[in-house]
């Protein structure tokens, strides 16, 4: 299994979202079978089978948060470079194309979430913004083009 890198932040979410599935939505699902059981045939009982999927849903979403849990190591503010961008850095970047500013914290795969500013350090942004500096100035190539960033500020 590879090495899978969290942010502290990052980390203590994913702990909250596995013990509020293992507490509670477990049993939101245990009593939606009960009640769809009750409903009669079970061959041709929609909300049992709804409800049943579900619940396989739950269980391997659980199962991948705690395989992604015990391979994690969770990355320490100090041991982090503050002079170039990697893991764990907020980069505030200019586009140099529509001369607006930008900023990105560079996390892992299992932490991005674009509306949050939360990019992966493996996407095609993220992977070129790795051991830039301030001032540099970095193109970029996705799927829409070239986009051309200026690295303003690297903060922690």
Known sequence: MKKIYLTQQGYEDMIKELEYLKKTKRREISAEIGRARELGDLKENAEYH???EQQAHIEKHIA???STLSNATVIED???K????GIGSTITLKDMSAREEVTYHLVS???ANIESGKISIT???GSSLVGHKV???IEIKVPAGTIKYQVLKISR
């Not at 503050?82 to 961008?85: A, G, I, N």
């Open 78 to 80: 100090a041991d982090m």
């Open 64 to 66: 991948e948060l705690e």
């Open 50 to 52: 709804a409800a049943k």
């Open 109 to 111: 795969e299992e932490e």
């Open 135 to 137: 001032n540099d100035i």
């Open 82 to 85: 503050t002079d170039e961008v």
């Open 123 to 125: 996407s095609p942004v």
